[in-house]
């Protein structure tokens, strides 16, 4: 019985016995139930974490939506700006043109009615001027030569202030 002589039999029948022991005192069922126990909480944390992801997948997802969202809303408010202000300073060209128009028509009727003015002051000077003349003439009653020079001169005198040839 040289087998009972080595080491590594004793080895393998006190490995026998122990594991006789351990089955007998149910600890292979320990040992499985604490490796239950790990595996379950392993799977929990792991189905935590997808869970977590897909929430952060979904909160990532809203937030670019968001963010286009408000892109958009931005560009939509700054091209409306920009129109506004087209419009405004359309607006304004138009109401400028308006007012220089309105100026530009004033003040050619002011220069006509002062134009008007001027012949209506001409008119009258000439006037008086022939009245004056008309009145030299039949106060002094001269007749003849005298009187043929005084009503030329009294003519020429008119035609000079109505700046007639």
């Known amino acids: 019985m040289a087998i009972f002589g080595e080491a590594e039999t004793w080895v393998a029948i006190a ?4 594991l006789g022991v ?5 600890v292979h069922r320990t040992v499985l139930q604490a490796l239950d126990k790990r595996r ?3 799977k929990a944390e792991l189905d935590e974490a997808r869970k977590l992801k897909e ?29 506004d202000a087209e419009r405004i300073a359309a607006e304004a060209k138009a109401k400028l043109e308006d007012f220089v128009a309105r100026r530009t028509k004033t003040a ?12 209506a002051d001409v008119r009258a000077a ?8 008309a009145s030299r003439i039949l106060s002094e009653s ?13 003519i020429q005198e008119v035609r000079g202030k109505l700046n007639w040839s």
């Open 126 to 133: 000439a006037a008086e001027a022939a009245v004056a003349a």
């Open 142 to 154: 001269v007749k003849g030569n005298l009187a043929d020079e005084l009503l030329s001169k009294g």
């Open 15 to 18: 490995f026998v016995i122990l």
């Open 40 to 42: 379950d909480r392993i």
């Open 55 to 83: 929430e952060a997948a979904k909160l990532l997802a809203d937030y670019r939506a968001r963010r286009a969202s408000a892109e958009r809303e931005a560009q939509a408010i700054v091209e409306s700006a920009k129109a």
């Open 108 to 119: 050619e009727s002011k220069i006509a009615l002062a134009e008007a003015q001027a012949l």
């Open 22 to 26: 351990f089955a007998y005192f149910g």
